[in-house]
């Protein structure tokens, strides 16, 4: 498990076995290096450890950030309930084939080239960015998904595409079942999975994109809440009026940032607006990270099984199956 997290183990010469956290050496020549360059150059030290963390998955910078003294960067993000902002999931996967995708629709190309080609770089992605549990789900979901498309079978289930994707990852790592990230990724889209109905329940005269973006955050919390809670002991409050005002910064800034760093050092006059943007968000996470949080010890089993339980209920009302 140690080792499936990144550590080493070793024997000191008293015969004691003890472990080490590794940092992955970050090679600055070729195409990550490069990407790396486009996504920090004009930038300041605190915007570009940003950039590297939501385009590359790469924390490491940004973990040594400060607002203030004693006022971490990360920590604001997860006080805030942004914390996975900094962790590549499927919403960078979906902003970035989407803007493919309208891309290729203004252009006028098939839907075999339309849905095909993002699959095409699916995989190339995922060997450029810090590999995660998260974003191999997002990544293989995705490619199946956006195939099926491509192939004029229709969009598939989402179930089973899930469940084909988490068959996939224990597959290649059967230690992920015991990671928090992978955990948390499959909890939420799970959840996720249910927006639709949860947005039909609002207000019809709301937009759109406001009724489902309430949904998707609301049901996203409400499905990691046990795992979050008993993990890292607390539970934000203002994830909800966060998450609206970082998703529609994200929307931007990913695309931005990812086009950033195809430049590479060219891209200076685009990294003007990034450098904004990033601020923007720093800003959102700064400014709802003084919020207080709900304190929670640890969740035992049978917490666990109750809320499940609730859960499963909420899920079965949803489908029609039970009375409220």
Not at 26 to 52: I, V
Not at 123 to 136: D, E, K, M, N, R
């Amino acid at each position: 498990w140690f080792r499936a997290q990144g550590g080493l183990l070793s024997v000191t010469p008293g015969g004691a076995l003890v472990g080490a956290r590794v940092r992955e050496f970050q090679p600055q020549g070729g195409l990550r290096g490069w990407f790396r360059r486009g996504l920090t150059t004009g930038l300041t030290e605190r915007q570009g450890a940003l950039m590297q963390a939501i385009e590359l998955g790469d924390r490491g910078d940004i973990s040594r950030e400060q607002f203030s003294e004693g006022e971490a960067v990360r920590d604001a993000f997860a006080r805030a309930g942004l914390a996975h902002l900094m962790a590549l999931s499927g919403q960078n996967v979906a902003i970035l084939t989407g803007a493919l995708i309208l891309l290729l629709t203004r252009l006028g190309a098939a839907p075999a080239w339309r849905f095909g080609l993002p699959v095409g770089l699916l995989g190339p992605y995922l060997l450029l960015v810090q590999s995660s549990a998260s974003i191999t789900r997002a990544v293989l979901m995705g490619g199946a998904v956006l195939l099926a498309l491509a192939l004029g079978r229709g969009r598939p289930d989402p179930l089973g595409v899930i469940a084909l994707a988490a068959l996939a990852c224990l597959l290649l790592f059967p230690l992920w079942l015991t990671d928090v990230g992978f955990q948390l990724s499959f909890l939420a889209v799970l959840a996720l999975t249910q927006s639709e109905r949860v947005a039909g329940l609002l207000p019809g005269r709301w937009p759109r994109w406001l009724r489902l973006g309430l949904a998707a955050t609301l049901l996203a919390e409400a499905g990691t809440l046990p795992v979050i809670a008993g993990t890292f002991g607390q539970v934000p409050l203002v994830g909800l009026p966060a998450n609206l005002l970082a998703e529609g910064l994200m929307a931007a800034l990913v695309p931005l940032g990812f086009l950033a760093g195809l430049l590479g050092p060219l891209a200076l006059p685009l990294n003007v607006v990034n450098g904004v943007l990033a601020d923007a968000l720093l800003l959102v996470a700064r400014t709802f990270g003084h919020a207080p949080v709900l304190n929670w010890g640890q969740v035992g089993v049978g917490g666990f099984l109750a809320y499940g339980a609730a859960v499963l209920a909420g899920w079965l009302w949803l489908l029609g199956r039970v009375r409220a």
